[in-house]
């Protein structure tokens, strides 16, 4: 352990713990995860700079259904499966210049050791209990369902193609047996219920506590408000047991106690990796965790979807423990260009995807440079992007970086004196506070702003000194060697955020490391040319034009055409952007009204409303045709009113006449829908038709 100074104060010496979600080890890291362990970076690297004993620790999620179901799928062990994407996760947090003091993973001996200590602990005080409950469980796959493999329709909202944890249209916490016309998320059947005991913890018995925490701490107001609702509509105790199939840990004495093998419940186990991330540092730092979570502070960072786990569960079963409630920090999700980012429209970056087309520096001054601690989405608008990496990052600081060191090195090749400016360095020390303060709050959208004010002020003193008319001049010498020293403060106070940046100005200038402790206008020393600070974005790209804006919808109702024998008027919902419409459609030889009904099917919305044979049809259903069989566009896992898109292009947001339409070439391979040999997808599946011959085209 590092001994403490004897100049620090407790406060001051007083050991951090930073964290962030632990990413789910399912699937590759994409840009909307890095806004988070960005944002955590930042302030970490900023309390590090401030000389503050904080540590960066997370891990990779192991346990859970999806882990098991996909790995099974891929034909691996569900530990080897996860392992990939846990060694995948740590070079591509490593890309984007974010440093963990230690990353771990969940499915650990310590993590093991502690969720049975907790369970152990919290069971002794009789806040834990079994009890029988109806499970969802599927014939068809032989399995019982997690709630998030169960999907129906939410009985508060009445949104369709909900999940069964969390409605994601009105955010009410929800089990499977909640979902009206539940669907197995596997095979699309609809699922029994059965009994199963279990194991429960009294989160009720913590509603007073925890009214009493978020009453006395600072919690952000869009927090604050959902608490107040979630606290209103009571706490129900929270099952914290899974049955087989799962993969993770097993409850000890489970089998004698509910009659059959049961397994910790992932988001039991998974806050608690944060502690065994801990316990494993210190097994190698000759300290104990304790010191961290008990003694000392903790501060997670974490996005708004996961806040009732992390606000109601975890600090109740820290409480549990006597364990302080860590401090947390709510973020909004990210959007490209206005909308969810969507593999279709080619907006769904991984992080290594993106990599390949911007710098890393890049996305860490744009995410800090709307980062504050307001819960709102941030838009990854990609033309706005462009412009602040050129115009402001390097227009503005880079520019003026690189150009006063680079004058420095060719004309001096050192600082020996320095301008004394004191009103003009006493503006800028009053802005480097406001930084400060700005990081302390984790108000990074202010940081930035202060921090480019300071540059203004260093590029409009240059202009004036004018030293490369006569470098030679005592007053350029000074005028630059004060220049210098800005810019060698600039990159201390921007290295949270843009650490490559600032060691390229720190390497310049001899330096290995430097804190906030060597902000100073008296710096003299040898200058080095240096390195290009900031990386040009050239273009953006752009996708293809698809001409169709398709969508799901739901035909609710099916009648005769009145003036026309092979025609039906059909009903169609297409959701809530969307609204219902009447479609005119040319199916009444191939199906009947009950194989209509209430089916599923891709329509074009952008249709230009036209009359036939005397009613309106305001959209089209489209359906492939072999010559002999007819069958609609499917997408039955997709919720109404989501687009369809072919991958790589953008839809249209023009009308198209039918003349229109019958120009493209959709076809059918392998029960599949290709446009020019690119697939048609949804967010959530593959656009399928069943019933026509390969070749068939759609009309």
Known sequence: ???????????????????????????????????????????????????????????????????????????????????????????????????????????????????????????????????????????????????????????????????????????????????????????????????????????????????????????????????????????????????????????????????????????????????????????????????????????????????????????????????????????????????????SRGTFFTAKDFLKLYPAEALRFFYAKHLDRKVIDVDLNLEEFKALTNNVLMGNVGNFCYRVLTFAHKNYGKVGKIAAEKERTAVVHQNITIVQDSYAAQDFKSAVKYVLQIADEGNAYFQMSAAWKNPSDPQSVAAVGWCVNLARNIAIIISPILPDFSRKIFDALGAKELSWNDIEFSWKGTVREPAKLVQKIEAVPSSPIFPLRLVVGKIIAVKDHPNADSLYLLTVDLGKSWGKKQVVAGLKKHLTPKQLLNRKAVFCANMKPAKLRGEMSEAMILAADDGVTVAPLEAGKTALGEEVHVDGMENSTQGVTFEEFKKLVLLVRGGKVFVEGKKMTTPVEDVIVHGVKEGARVY
């Open 1 to 343: 352990m590092r001994k403490k100074s004897k100049n620090l104060t407790s406060k001051e010496s007083e050991k951090i713990i930073i964290t962030a979600a632990l990413p789910y080890a399912n699937g590759p890291i994409h840009v909307g995860h890095l806004l988070e362990y960005i944002q955590a970076d930042i302030y970490a690297r900023f309390l590090k700079l401030q000389g503050k004993d904080a540590l960066y620790i997370c891990a990779s999620d192991m346990h859970g259904t999806p882990v098991e179901v996909n790995a099974q799928k891929a034909g691996k062990k569900p530990e080897a499966y996860a392992l990939g994407f846990w060694k995948e996760h740590q070079l591509d947090f490593a890309s984007y210049l974010i440093h963990f003091d230690h990353y771990y993973h969940t499915h650990t001996p310590e993590n093991r050791k502690l969720a049975e200590y907790f369970f152990s602990e919290i069971k002794k005080k009789k806040l834990i209990y079994t009890k029988k409950m109806n499970i969802i469980y599927c014939n068809s796959c032989q399995r019982s369902l997690p709630d998030r493999y169960v999907r129906g329709t939410c009985p508060y909202c009445t949104t369709a193609e909900q999940y069964g944890d969390v409605c994601e249209s009105c955010g009410s916490v929800l089990k499977g047996i909640d979902l009206l016309n539940p669907k197995c998320a596997l095979c699309g059947k609809t699922p029994l219920q059965k009994e199963s005991e279990h194991y429960f913890f009294k989160l009720s018995a913590f509603a007073k506590k925890l009214q009493q925490w978020m009453s006395s701490s600072h919690l952000q107001p869009e927090v604050q408000h959902w608490l107040q609702g979630w606290m209103a509509n009571g706490l129900d105790d929270w099952c914290i047991s899974r049955d087989a199939p799962y993969f993770g840990f097993e409850i000890p004495g489970s089998k004698e106690e509910t009659g059959s093998v049961k397994y910790f419940y992932v988001w039991m186990d998974a806050p608690i990796g944060y502690i065994s991330t801990t316990e494993n540092y210190c097994a190698h730092k000759k300290c104990h965790w304790e010191e961290y979570w008990k003694h000392g502070k903790v501060h997670h960072f974490i996005g708004k979807d996961i806040s009732y786990f992390h606000f109601l569960f975890w600090p109740a079963m820290l409480m549990a423990m006597n364990i302080p409630v860590p401090e947390l920090t709510v973020h909004g999700f990210i959007t490209i260009n206005g909308e969810k980012m969507s593999k």
